[in-house]
């Protein structure tokens, strides 16, 4: 049986949060997409980390952690993240396995990156350049290195060769950045990574299953920046949404049980691209401020905006969310008045619908206004403790999207959530 979480909106719902507080629930724990774009943040001890490639259920002994084949892995990154964790102990060789399938991120991928986003100007898709939308492409058009082939002999001559593609296409973009000093460290950190678990990775998950095992797969990114449905071509480059869950870890759709939505009490945005309900006022700046609103892997301020129940709802059906997480309901505890976005309007006609292309239809927000709640909901242990205001908020949410919200997040600290239902 597996469970999934994950995002609803633009990304940094608090997934890692929210999958650090139910690992313990699992045996093991499963990234099945993205690569080191993701920042999940969570709290081990009162101290904050910052995963981007490792899975969030690693500091759990006992939990098991996967990296599937859908993720796009840099070394070098994982090298890194592997030193932070074993400040607390934590031993990846131990606790962490590896696909084979898993596709590598190489230093030329990242050239390319910034190589695209500056030659797309204006039109940059605001990536965190890590890469990932080279090394997808790479798979895509069947170019790619994987894991796996770290094993083979002739890997550094099939690294060279597609290096050399790389220098090509980097020439074209009359990209000069020196990257041989990536490139020491993107060997060094190989070394370290074939010292870890690598699986096949489907038999190992699916052995897990068959012995009744309980599995997690974490998402990265959120729905609306899926590949397919999210606001294209601003989006990422994988599939973020639960279908990704099947191709991006080898399992059948009938072992997919509960998929856990986790979204914002309200919404944000880094990176270019549509935000029907971004608020560039100082309201928007209040949210960022409490909200602390910076991105988890580039420091960006992340934009910010009430909740769009439109682009949820789309997000609802796309995965077949069965229960809801909010998360920072406390960032509105200040606020008198809360506005939620139940429609919209596309060329004067109100929609509920999200239009084919959001930055060129540019469907103006449609709002319902409610009181907020304006207390904080510390001492609440179930949905009827909440403030009545914020019962109202909820019930809203949940009647309007069909699902119900199961947990309310009320901070960023491990144990800082409110299970209503
Ligand atoms: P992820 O990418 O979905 O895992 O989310 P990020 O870690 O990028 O961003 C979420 C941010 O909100 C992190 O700084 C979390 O520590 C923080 N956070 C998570 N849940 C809550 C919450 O309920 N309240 C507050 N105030 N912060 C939260
Ligand atoms: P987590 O897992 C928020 C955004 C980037 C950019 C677009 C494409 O922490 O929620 P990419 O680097 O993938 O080519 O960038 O997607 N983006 C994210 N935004 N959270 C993330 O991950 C993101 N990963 C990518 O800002 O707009
Ligand atoms: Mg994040």
Not at 187 to 204: R, S, T
């Amino acid at each position: 049986m597996i469970d999934v979480i994950l995002g609803l909106q633009w990304g940094d719902e608090g997934k890692g949060k929210i999958v650090d507080y139910f690992a313990k629930e699992y045996d093991l724990i499963a990234r099945f997409q993205g690569g080191p774009n993701a920042g999940h943040t969570l709290y081990v001890n009162n101290q904050k980390v910052v995963l981007h490639q490792i899975p969030s259920g690693v500091f759990h002994s006992g939990v098991i952690n996967l990296i599937g084949n859908g993720v796009v892995l840099d070394p070098v990154t994982l090298k890194k993240e592997a030193e932070k964790v074993a400040a607390f102990g934590i031993d990846l060789k131990k606790n962490l396995f590896i696909s084979d399938r898993t596709h590598l991120i190489l230093p030329t991928h990242r050239a390319l990156d910034k190589a695209s986003e500056i030659s797309k100007g204006n039109q940059k898709i605001g990536s965190t350049l890590k890469g990932i939308a080279p090394a997808y492409m790479d798979k895509t058009g069947r170019n790619g290195l994987r894991v796996g082939d770290l094993l083979d002999k002739n890997f550094t001559t099939a690294y060279i060769k597609l290096r050399l593609k790389h220098q090509r296409l980097l020439d074209n973009f009359n990209f000069q950045e020196d990257i041989s000093s990536w490139e020491e460290e993107f060997f060094e950190a190989l070394e370290f990574l074939k010292e870890l678990n690598i699986v096949h990775g489907e038999y190992f998950i699916n052995n897990y299953l068959k012995e009744g095992k309980k599995v997690l797969a974490e998402g990265a990114q959120g729905s609306m920046l899926d590949i397919d449905f999210g606001t294209f071509p601003y989006v990422t480059s994988s599939n973020t949404i639960s279908a990704g869950v099947c191709s991006g870890l080898g399992i059948a759709p009938q072992q997919i049980r509960d998929v856990i939505g986790v979204t914002k009490a309200y919404c944000t945005r880094v990176g270019s691209g549509p935000f029907p309900t971004e608020l560039e006022t100082e309201t928007g700046e209040k949210l960022r401020k409490i909200g602390n609103e910076f991105g988890a892997t580039t420091g960006r301020p992340r934009r910010c905006g009430w909740i769009d129940l439109v682009a949820l709802q789309y997000a609802c059906m796309i995965n077949g969310v069965t229960k809801l997480v909010m998360t920072k309901s406390d960032v509105l505890d200040t606020f008198k008045e809360l506005e939620v976005c139940t429609s919209y309007k596309v060329n004067g006609k109100e929609t509920n619908e999200i239009p084919f292309h959001m930055d060129r239809q540019k469907p103006e927000p449609v709002y319902q206004q409610f009181a907020g709640w304006d207390t904080s909901i510390d001492a609440a242990g179930s949905f009827t403790d909440l403030p009545a205001k914020m019962r109202e908020y909820v019930s809203f949410i949940n009647k309007y999207l069909g699902v119900d919200i199961h947990y309310i997040s009320n901070g960023p600290g491990r144990d800082q959530i409110i299970k209503i239902k």
